[in-house]
């Protein structure tokens, strides 16, 4: 067969269906291992893909979506993992025959990594390079990562599968929901971005949508990657028919959007839950007369993409010069320096969020105080910056140990600030970078100092372009730094400094980057001088700026300057900031300096998720005279009450309201000790399950999580629960509530069975279901008193149920 990155040039490949409904069709009894039935049933496994295959497919997918460490242990299988994977793989393999291409699943593992979760990402990493390993052992022709919900998890996956084979094709898919975001709150271009940059080969989505939420997130996808694309659409959303989970997806309603996504550049369509045979014959029957040839996007060309998780920035042609914060930097800052010593966070926290509101479109991450663990540090700033803000990161480190701590702990594609041009730096900072996939700042200069004039520069800048092509590294991921000198001691190499910037441009068409501040140390008057050498640089075509967001000279220069570049469409940017005469004359106050009442300063600990502050405020507090009840009624209460109106807006996402909840668990464990291990007074008292069949308990654990935040009393009884034992639990706890999760459209019904067990004996608590596959309309079709799509909403019906005032 044709290789099967050549054949996606060549045409639009389809790729098989659902999988999972398929086996339980065919023997797969509720709760058992999908990926058993490779040693127990190979001849039902093999029988579907054979049914795929002779209604079209051009790939099919192993029966190995969760083949994982994580996912195998659940069921005792930890130990078969290698010969269940090789299983997956030969009998995929027996009936392709050269018929279709064989991809490798790969699904998340149920677990999220460090903060978020307690796993490392290390040990995520090699969770999924074992599976790869088998995988690849076994000879797929390539690998499909599905369903991820946490980019980071996904990045880990990406990454570990390259430590395995830096050659074998990646298809890397996230879900998305109907708002355009996935769980955790990452956007399709952040998403692709990142995915992107650690080397997979198609970017794309899968399940969660229907073939018209699918084209939508695509198309976003398409502003910010020239990849190839995958579609693996829903047969529409799910609902109950008869007691059964059915998808209303016709197969000619699948079809509907092919011309679209082939113009978008889709190379890969494929059908996830709901899909049949059936559906995989008419996508493929679509595709004929259709013009399939690929062309690869062209719009992207000089542009360096940065990413986290629940943002992203583009530096480059045509756009705004991006404005670095530089001010999360020890020199010369006693209480920075003090808190990296102790271990604290209080500050990157405070100065990220205010950076950020100022403008900052990037954050530089400079932990480099003296007799700190450098590493540890790094990895302690990235997890705080990365909760704090939606705004992409710098590491700014010599130690190469240092940058690949941020490079693990990040969750999308950062910039290293930086690697010069001796061969000691190349050789050390360009292979993480390559790695980790993270784009790179790179510095004029080598072992011989920094040259007196542009040229000398220039060729800098071409031996470290060079030596990054070498590493697989894209032109567009080096952006240089033309490196600004103080005007008072070395006055002509300012004009040197703006000549470098259109040289770089010209001869290389590198992005470039200044730390702007440096050029008037030393002279009276500094915002004056730099603000106007700023300007200048912008005029030359800077791209990139290292500057302090709260000096106010160099914010209105380069807001003037975007105006005048023709970089603010109707100045709109511009207009919006200085509408308002008082917003001229004053500069923005910093975010924390105002004197708050201790109440007020608890909430905000709680909504800032500082995790670090929070027990100081509660000690004063308690010397102010509060009780403990009062210090989590009238402090921590109406500030997670905040984080949830912030949550409903699609202001903060689930880390952030992770980070909070975490914060406020910490306090409350302070006053527990201040009331004698005495519990803080109950709001009621919640059962919280995962039905039986289902193994999934992620969004469970996030509602436990914040009810017993929000003052409940939970008794989670965990997942894969009987009927039986859920409602001899609501008996023995006494409870107010029965909450019922599941996430597969398999274990959908089991809610049915626990909620009718739960009436004929006549328990009076109420009952509340969510979950992935879950909705409204079928809530109401079970009788459960509440439907909820998120933790946050889970709460606030819980306590309107309960009749629980704010």
């Not at 769980?183 to 989505?205: F, H, M, W």
């Not at 583009?314 to 808190?339: C, D, F, H, M, W």
């Not at 004698?676 to 654990?701: C, F, W, Y």
Request: contains cysteine; hydrophobic residues 45%; aromatic residues 4%.
């Amino acid at each position: 067969m044709t290789p099967f990155l050549e054949a996606i040039q060549e045409r639009v490949l389809i790729l098989d269906g659902a999988m999972g409904t398929m086996l339980q069709e065919r023997g797969l009894r509720p709760g058992q291992s999908p990926e058993e039935l490779n040693l127990t049933m190979p001849d039902v496994v093999a029988s579907v893909h054979r049914e795929y295959i002779e209604a079209g497919a051009d790939i099919i997918i192993t029966n190995s979506f969760g083949g994982s460490r994580f996912k195998l242990a659940h069921f005792g299988l930890e130990g078969r993992l290698a010969e269940i994977n090789a299983r997956a793989v030969e009998i995929a393999r027996g009936e392709a025959r050269g018929r279709a291409y064989v991809g490798g699943s790969m699904g998340p593992t149920g677990q999220f990594v460090e903060p978020l979760g307690e796993v490392s990402f290390d040990r995520m990493k090699e969770s999924f390079r074992e599976q790869a390993e088998a995988l690849v052992s076994a000879g797929v022709d390539l690998i499909s990562l599905e369903t991820f919900l946490d980019i980071k998890e996904c990045r880990a996956a990406v990454i570990a599968i390259r430590e395995v084979s830096p050659t074998i094709p990646i298809i890397a898919m996230m879900t998305f929901d109907d708002n355009g975001r996935s769980v955790l709150g990452t956007p399709p271009e952040a998403a692709a971005i990142t995915l992107a940059a650690a080397g997979v080969d198609i970017v794309g989505s899968n399940c969660g949508l229907g073939v018209e939420g699918i084209h939508d997130i695509l198309v976003r996808m398409r502003r910010v990657t020239s990849l190839p694309l995958i579609s693996q659409a829903n047969a529409g959303l799910p609902i109950l028919k008869d007691g059964i989970t059915v998808f209303p997806g016709t197969p000619r309603e699948m079809t509907d959007y092919h011309d679209r996504l082939i113009s978008l550049g889709v190379r890969v369509i494929g059908g996830c839950c709901g899909t049949t045979p059936a559906h995989i014959r008419a996508m493929k029957e679509a595709l004929a007369g259709r013009q399939q040839v690929w062309q690869e996007p062209t719009h992207l060309e000089g542009m360096t993409l940065l990413s986290c998780r629940g943002g992203w920035t583009a530096v480059g042609p045509g756009q705004k010069t991006a404005i670095i914060g530089e001010r999360i930097n020890p020199t010369g800052k006693k209480l920075y320096s003090k808190e990296l010593q102790e271990g604290k966070v209080s500050y990157i926290r405070r100065e990220a969020m205010e950076q950020a509101q100022l403008g900052a479109t990037l954050l530089d991450l400079n932990v480099g105080a003296p007799g700190i663990d450098e590493p540890v540090a790094m990895e302690r700033a990235v997890f705080c910056a990365s909760g704090a803000v939606g705004v992409p990161l710098v590491l700014d480190s010599s130690s190469p140990a240092a940058l690949e701590a941020g490079l693990k702990a990040a969750d999308g594609k950062v910039l290293i600030n930086s690697v010069s041009g001796e061969a000691k730096s190349l050789s050390r900072v360009l292979p993480l970078a390559k790695k980790y996939g993270a784009a790179l700042i790179g510095l004029t200069l080598d072992a011989k100092g920094i040259p007196d004039s542009a040229e000398g520069r220039l060729a800098i800048a071409r031996r470290i372009r060079n030596a990054a092509r070498r590493q697989g590294i894209p032109d567009q991921d080096i952006i240089i730094d033309c490196l600004t000198l103080t005007v008072s001691a070395e006055q002509k190499r300012a004009a040197e400094t703006l000549r470098t910037i259109r040289l770089v441009k010209e001869k290389l068409g590198l992005s470039t980057v200044l730390g702007v501040s440096n050029i008037s140390f030393g002279l009276p008057q500094r915002p004056l001088i730099s603000s106007s050498f700023f300007s200048m640089a912008m005029a030359a075509g800077l791209d990139a700026a290292i500057i302090n967001p709260r000096e106010k000279a160099m914010m209105d220069a380069w807001r003037s300057a975007m105006v005048l570049l023709n970089r603010d469409p109707r100045a709109e940017a511009f207009i919006q900031t200085y509408r308002d005469e008082q917003a001229v004359a004053t500069p923005a106050a910093p975010v924390s300096d105002a004197p708050q009442e201790i109440r007020q300063r608890l909430g905000q600990a709680v909504i800032n998720g500082d995790r670090d502050g929070i027990i100081g405020l509660v000690e004063e507090a308690l010397a102010q005279g509060l009780a403990p009840l009062q210090i989590s009624n009238e402090g921590f209460l109406p500030g997670l009450e905040e984080v949830g109106r912030r949550f409903e807006k699609n202001i903060f996402f689930l880390p952030q309201v992770m980070q909070s909840a975490d914060t406020m668990h910490a306090g409350f464990a302070r006053l527990k000790e201040e009331m004698k291990g005495q519990p803080l007074e109950s709001r009621g008292r919640i059962l919280m399950a995962t039905v039986e069949g289902d193994i999934h308990d992620i969004g469970k654990n996030i509602v436990c999580t914040l009810l017993e935040n929000h003052g409940f009393e939970v008794f989670d009884i965990g997942k894969n629960v009987s009927a039986a034992t859920i409602v001899a639990k609501a008996r023995e706890f006494g409870v107010d509530a029965v909450g019922l999760s599941a996430l597969m459209t398999t274990t959908m019904a089991e809610m049915d069975t626990v909620l009718k067990k739960l009436k004929a004996v006549g328990i009076k608590a109420f009952t509340m279901i969510g979950g992935a596959v879950v909705t409204q309309e079928y809530a109401d079709r079970i009788g459960a008193d509440i439907y909820a799509r998120d933790a946050m909403e889970a709460v606030a019906k819980v306590k309107k149920l309960l009749q629980i005032a704010d």
